[in-house]
């Protein structure tokens, strides 16, 4: 395996960003991540310095090696408006002990691209809700009830979820998870999500993560107020009719009338 794509990719940058960095070019570079061309002990001496790490990693690396650089430490600096990391802090730190640590375990995937594909989801998510609720139902009422019911809807959860920012720093992640806890037990209820998913969560010792036992106890208080419910409009739809007095077959006046 490749040192310098592991690096590269940890620490969030492009194989064009570090062909700048080394004034090379990027098919030199990438020549280098797939091992046709080795890595001069000049540019080894640059990439050793620029990220903060041994020149060893950056050629043809080990199992164990690999595992040397996910439990190293990083460090977050800013470059070209982007968050990348680095093996030591900034120059400018005097007591490390202040700064955030990071530790990225995926090689495969940089940071931006993690971004991107969550920022992609954002969108699909809200394109996906603009789309339920402007349905066209082919009648102006039906829509205009449509938008105003589903509107309260997601109005209403949009609110709950943003008062998660007015909750104390430490009681931000609990409380995230309690809403996603009630969300777990809803649709375990209506049977949009399986009890063996649920049996799978655990919170840890910190109380933070999904509760199984919470998600499976409020579950079954849901079922039991909305069982009854829609057995009554079952039963309401199937009698709709049987006790409608006879149909009037008398013509209708007309118009004039």
Known sequence: MNG??????????????????????RQLVSAWENSRKEISAKRLRQLSE?????????????EEQKQQLDEKAMFLFRYHDKDIFKYK????????????????NNEETSLS???NKLKKQQEDTIERIDSFIGKKLGHMESEMMRITNYTKIYGDFAGLIE????????????YRFEIIDVLDAM????????????????????????????????????????LP??????KLRANFGKNLPPKNNNPLPSVEV
């Open 4 to 25: 310098l794509k592991i690096i590269r990719t940890k620490c969030n940058f492009t194989i064009g960003e570090i062909a700048d960095i080394l004034n090379v070019s």
């Open 50 to 62: 620029f990220f903060g790490i041994d020149e060893c990693f950056f050629g043809e690396i080990t």
């Open 89 to 104: 802090p900034d120059k400018t730190v005097k007591d490390i002990s202040r700064v955030m640590v990071y530790f990225r």
């Open 113 to 115: 691209e993690e971004y």
């Open 163 to 174: 008062s998660i920012d007015e909750q104390k720093p430490h009681l931000k992640v609990p």
């Open 187 to 226: 649709r375990l209820a209506f049977g949009l999500l399986d009890e063996e998913t649920v049996s799978g969560y655990r919170k840890s010792e910190y109380f933070v993560g999904r509760d199984n036992d919470h998600i499976f106890k409020l579950a079954e208080a849901i079922r039991n107020h909305w």
């Open 229 to 234: 419910i829609e057995d009554y409009h079952e």
